[in-house]
């Protein structure tokens, strides 16, 4: 038996029909909420432990940055007098600076250090004239040293540093930039 085309068109439609009902209807428009309400708790999920993450490191101060002279000697036992070693520090930038100077011997003990906060445009420093008692004595009465400058909340390049030795009239024998 031939069947004519209009009847080849009923047929799947009303299989199709007659195969879904109501309640299969709902399953499946349950099952797709479902999966959309996962899809959005995967993507708030997400999104929350990248934000948390972006946070934390946010809030974590990152290190300070660093300067370093080159060493100068400074001599203890002049005959005119002492000399006296400098380190200044000056603020480039736009925004006040903080930070430590520190003038520290090449075998590694710290001479002299003080916290600094500038604003721009303003300097300041410090000096060492005589080694600290609590110091063993160098073997000759020369020491070597540089001077190490911390910039918090900033960069190298907003500040400018450098590292002076005097002598006993007060006059710039040596100088040593930081870098």
Excluded: W
Aim: net charge positive; charged share 15%.
């Amino acid at each position: 038996m031939r069947t004519s085309p209009q009847t080849i068109r009923r047929r799947p439609c009303a299989i199709l029909t007659s195969t879904i009902t109501s309640d299969s209807i709902l399953d499946l428009q349950k099952l797709l909420e479902e999966q959309m309400v996962t899809k959005q708790y995967l993507k708030v999920a997400t999104f929350s432990t990248l934000f948390l993450m972006g946070a934390e490191s946010a809030l974590a101060a990152p290190p300070p940055a660093r300067l370093f002279t080159s060493p100068l000697v400074f001599n203890q036992d002049d005959i005119d007098g002492f000399e006296a070693m400098d380190c200044n520090v000056v603020n480039v930038s736009r925004a006040p600076r903080t930070g430590t100077i520190s003038i520290i011997r090449l075998d590694g003990q710290l001479l002299n250090s003080v916290p600094y906060n500038v604003g721009p445009g303003k300097g300041t420093g410090t000096s060492v004239t005589t080694l600290p008692a609590t110091l063993p004595p160098p073997v000759a009465p020369l020491t070597v040293a540089y001077c190490k400058v911390t910039v918090r909340r900033g960069g190298k390049g907003d500040i400018r540093a450098s590292l002076i030795v005097r002598d006993a009239g007060g006059n710039t024998t040596a100088v040593s930039q930081a870098q």
